[in-house]
């Protein structure tokens, strides 16, 4: 933390910068407030303003201009380039990329003859991805591209934010998450194909063993995705292909696993 008092405001401003970033302000506030008194001698045509505050001559135009106003205004100056440095600051970090992988919700038993990834969600299903939906939204965790098969009218019903998402439906997803080793880098390829660079989270949904594997390969940690369990994985990158091959396996900071019982 950085403290120093500004030669045109009787108050410390208190900035959180490096002495780089600080020196940059600086500077910028600097080059800004003497094109604001150019401007203003410019504008001027005969005659010397009086400063009121302190009685003294201030060749700035006609009309008297209180000093007051030029330390608010070198403030704004002041911010204004404290403003830039941080989005300087900002651009020059990586993106971070968001990847929820949701294991799928439990299905429903009375319909024996219906296969495996045809059948609905059981009543115990429907309320846990309605559950897992809005903890999602109000984490903040909002897809803005789902990679699914079912399971996701429900959750844009109940959680509004979901609705935005552009969706594509997998059908691979189902059988490969049946194929020991197959699923990361399935998941991998289809998220690059449909992602873009201004899409920074991605939920895609499936089926264990896969599910679980592919979170375990992702993050390097022992990952357990019960039905409708959402494993939260983060990685920079400016690109989502940039992230896979920064981060790769075992690279992925998993920051948490959201469930219909957990207190989110």
């Not at 150019?38 to 209180?66: D, F, Q, Y």
Request: glycine letters at 6%; hydrophobic letters at 40%.
């Amino acid at each position: 933390m950085f403290n120093f008092m500004s030669p045109f405001s009787d108050q410390a401003i208190i900035f959180n910068f490096t002495s780089i970033q600080r020196k940059t302000i600086w500077q910028i506030a600097a080059q800004r407030f003497q094109i604001l008194k150019s401007e203003m001698n410019a504008s001027a045509t005969v005659g010397v303003g009086t400063c009121l505050s302190t009685s003294k001559p201030l060749s700035i135009g006609l009309t008297p201009v209180p000093i007051c106003l030029l330390r608010r205004r070198r403030r704004c100056l002041m911010i204004g380039a404290e403003t830039e440095v941080e989005l300087a600051a900002s651009e020059a970090q990586p993106a971070s990329r968001r990847l929820i992988l949701l294991r799928h919700a439990k299905s429903s038993w009375q319909h024996p003859s219906l296969r495996d990834h045809d059948r609905p969600l059981s009543k115990t299903g429907r309320v846990d991805a309605v559950t897992v939906s809005r903890k999602l939204q109000r984490m903040g965790w909002i897809p803005q591209l789902i990679l699914c098969r079912e399971t996701l009218n429900i959750m844009q019903e109940e959680a509004r934010g979901f609705l935005e998402a552009e969706v594509h439906f997998i059908s691979s997803y189902y059988s490969i998450a049946a194929m020991d080793g197959q699923t990361a880098e399935h998941l991998q390829r289809t998220i690059c194909h449909y992602s873009r660079d201004e899409l920074f989270t991605i939920m895609c949904m499936g089926h264990n063993r896969g599910w679980e594997e592919a979170a375990s390969m992702f993050t390097g940690a022992s990952v357990e995705l019960k039905t409708c369990n959402a494993a939260l994985l983060e990685a920079p990158g400016k690109s989502w292909e940039e992230a896979f091959a920064v981060a790769g396996y075992g690279g992925w900071k998993l920051q948490g696993i959201v469930t219909p019982s957990s207190n989110l």
